[in-house]
């Protein structure tokens, strides 16, 4: 790669894609996954010309994204597309594939907030969404993308990903929306009935592997290394492109004012990054004037990402995921560590693991304040129990906690939780009474309850 066709590449394009690691520049049009050089081959990201971004002023953006409102045209009221310039700036509104993603609720947890022993806590609901999870909104912007790829003229052929449920589930919706095929690889009997039925009903190719969620990933790399079936792994940038506006979105529902934390879910560690780059791009271009933390959550069947954090985040090496009911975060060889280590050090970022006893648990706990929430939303507010229960979240600190898919795709685990058939101890099980339709029985069964 010389200079001056790099230069050119900026100078002519309001988004490039930049090595992580050799900084190499490439053209945002150009399908890669990995640095060219095969001495780096380090992982890239999608960089937006923020020199250009910078001539809008700070107020002058926030007046912009609240007046993209539900009533705006098309893109401009999905909650991802009213940032169109700070995500895709340069593809043609005609190729964007768009389901209506974004806009999702932050939703105040004061009674949970007190019982907790923190200041204030808000759930971003990323699950309330088309497939029911956060996915949504990166595979928007990579499908939207490769519809503009292929009005370019590239010959692609398919969208492929490795899953473990959700990013198979949102891929085959917005693939099939479009008209591209895909083809998706599940490790078999490790994802829920919903998800698997999700890209089954959109026509998918769905093929059921014996192997983890780390083998299918193996697996999908070899077979998109011909450019014709194009990686949608959070591998590829442009995932992250889309995801980083949870970030971006929360801050503008909450005035701009900065919470002192986020903690989110974390498996392939996509997300950590996206949310990191979101709220960066917010504080390199004045909106906010300081940054969160960030705790990323994992579940202890999960963990390398902690298990580094450990050891100052110096030292890696990839685990055996073991079965866990937060599962699409059963992942024991995170593609994008790199991206996450960098993310924890400009965030002062910890990682916090919890056991199935304790996600399950504080699940199960949120719902009685009238949430409905999965796994791995339940792992996120574990991890939020331990740290303000050890003070390092402190008792006047505010939090949002990222809720990354709708409980509903995981109401199987959630009924057994209830049904007591997990094998651990269901602080908050609850069962129903079974009674004759009688009102004078019923009255006094209620009256027991209600004292
Ligand atoms: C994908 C996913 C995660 C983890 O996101 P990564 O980018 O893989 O770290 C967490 N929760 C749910 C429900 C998911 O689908």
Redesign the pocket.
Known sequence: MNITHSESIKKHSNSFLRCINCQSIYSIDEILYRCKDPKCDSLIDVEQNVGKLKETKPEQWKEILGKRTISSPFPYSSGVWGKKEWVLPDIDSKNIVSLGEGNTPLTPMDRLAKEIGIGRLWIKQC?ISHTG???DLGMTVLVSHVQSLIAKGKPILALACAS????SASLASYASYAGIPTIVFLPEGKISTAQLVQPLSCGAIVLSLQTDFDGCMQIVKEITSDQSIYLAN?MNPLRLEG?KTMGIETLQQLSWEVPDWFV?????????S?LGSGLQLLYDLGCISKLPRICAAQSAHANPLYLSFLKGLKEYSPVKAKKTL?S??Q?GN?V?FER?VKTLRSFQGVVEQATEEELANAAARTDLHGMFQ?P??GTAFACLEKLAARGEIGKKDTVVVVS??HGL?FADSKIAYHEGKLQLKARFQKDYIRLKADVKVIRKTLEKHLS
Do not use: E, M, R
Not at 164 to 167: C, E, F, H, K, L
Not at 264 to 272: D, R
């Open positions: 699950g999870s956060f996915k473990s449920g959700d990013t959070s995801q989110i879910p974390a498996g392939n560690l996509g997300n950590v996206a937060a699409a975060i992942i995170p994008s996450a999965d791995h939303t990354t898919a795709k």
